[in-house]
């Protein structure tokens, strides 16, 4: 079970820090990735870290701004949000998977989703 939290509304060029609490004790057996879906879009790949810690990638409208990062002793997973644009608006989600990908239909788990809103 994947449980996101840290969402909320905040301010154009604001932060914010997503979590994922991951149940049970195969956390660092899965890659773990964020994604993130706007009303009206389709489900679009923001990052993904793989389950020794190395980061696949972030994808172009998020690359500078967001860190993903993974605490396997805390089977958490993170996503650092900075320098919010309205545009980030979305539900953000966190998946997991034996192996990381882009894709999301790549991911076999998935959380429920946070809200995330930037004003402007």
């Known amino acids: 079970q994947l449980v996101e939290s840290g969402g909320g509304l905040v301010q154009t060029g604001g932060s914010l820090r997503l979590s994922c609490a991951a149940s049970g004790r195969a956390f660092s057996s899965y890659a773990m990735g964020w994604f993130r879906q706007a009303p009206g879009k389709e489900r679009e790949f923001l990052a993904a870290i793989r389950r020794d810690g190395s980061r696949l990638d972030y994808s172009d409208s998020v690359k500078g701004r967001f860190t993903i990062s993974r605490d396997n002793a805390k089977n958490t997973v993170s996503l650092q949000m900075n320098s919010l644009k309205p545009e980030d608006t979305a539900v953000y989600y966190c998946?997991?998977?034996?192996?990381?990908?882009?894709?999301?239909?790549?991911?076999?788990?998935w959380g429920q989703g946070t809200q995330v809103t930037v004003s402007s």
């Open positions: 998946a997991a998977n034996p192996r990381a990908s882009y894709l999301s239909t790549a991911y076999a788990y």
